[in-house]
């Protein structure tokens, strides 16, 4: 059982806009603790896609965008490509018993 | 170019011990805390420790307290993972990240990854 909660499978059509939702607690997102997401393609290593909530770091695509509200984060990819299916991955902080980073459970994106 | 390459995985048996080494380039290896996450098959990501390149201060996850030991080598641009008491459980493929400086730990650099298995 992950921390952060989120679903675990999505799916789009190519051209469509899917978001993926992370759910936490008052004791990690809710805390105001940033919130980073990656991409794992099958295979191989995560890529970090955006960090600090909303923050895409140089070389990745404006399709993909963050989002935060009080215990929760989103991330939000417009214009589907086929390519973009994958396992993403939140992350953040949660600061019980003297604190841990923790991630979110994964979530698989099928493109239609 | 930043690389980060580990190695070190094999099979173990439950109870036994392993050594992992992470030897990174291409970056000021002394501005970065370094991390490792792991992943068992099929299954998501589990950060498992992270170190200051100094090793002045280093931080666990729970289920790995007391039995893992994370170190670093500034001479050698190395981060390593000392595995013990190892349990079935700890099968996986752990990589080793560079942490941005950020208020959250991001990590923007991976390894491929090595695997561990645990097993009789």
């Known amino acids: 059982q992950s921390v952060l909660t989120q679903p675990p499978s999505v799916s789009g059509a190519p051209g469509q806009r899917v978001t993926i939702s992370c759910t936490g607690s008052?004791?990690?997102?809710?805390?105001?603790?940033?919130v980073h997401w990656y991409q794992q393609l099958p295979g191989t290593a995560p890529r970090l896609l955006i960090y600090?909530?909303?923050i895409r770091p140089s070389g990745v695509p404006v399709r993909f965008s963050g989002s935060k509200s009080g215990t929760s984060a989103s991330l939000a990819i417009s214009g589907l490509r086929t390519e973009d299916e994958a396992d993403y991955y939140c992350?953040?902080?949660?600061?019980?018993?003297?604190?841990?980073?923790?991630f979110g459970g994964g979530t698989k994106l099928t493109v239609l | 170019e930043v690389q980060l390459v580990e190695s070190g995985g094999g099979l173990v048996q439950p109870g036994g011990s392993l050594r992992l080494s992470c030897i990174v380039s291409?970056?000021?290896?002394?501005?970065?805390?370094m991390s490792w996450v792991r992943q068992a098959p099929g299954k998501g990501l589990e950060w498992v420790a992270n170190?200051?390149?100094?090793?002045?201060?280093?931080y666990y996850g729970d289920s790995v307290k007391g039995r893992f030991t994370i170190s670093s080598d500034t001479a050698k641009k190395s981060v390593y993972l000392e595995l013990s008491g190892l349990r079935v459980e700890d099968t996986a493929v752990y990589y080793c990240?560079?942490?941005?400086?950020?208020?959250?730990?991001?990590?923007?650099?991976w390894g491929r990854g090595t695997l561990v298995t645990v097993s009789s």
């Open positions: 990240a560079r942490e941005e400086g950020y208020s959250v730990p991001a990590f923007d650099y």
């Open positions: 992350q953040s902080f949660d600061n019980r018993l003297g604190g841990s980073v923790v």
């Open positions: 600090g909530n909303n």
């Open positions: 008052s004791s990690n997102i809710g805390a105001d603790f940033a």
């Open positions: 170190i200051k390149h100094d090793g002045s201060e280093k």
């Open positions: 291409g970056f000021n290896y002394n501005s970065h805390w």
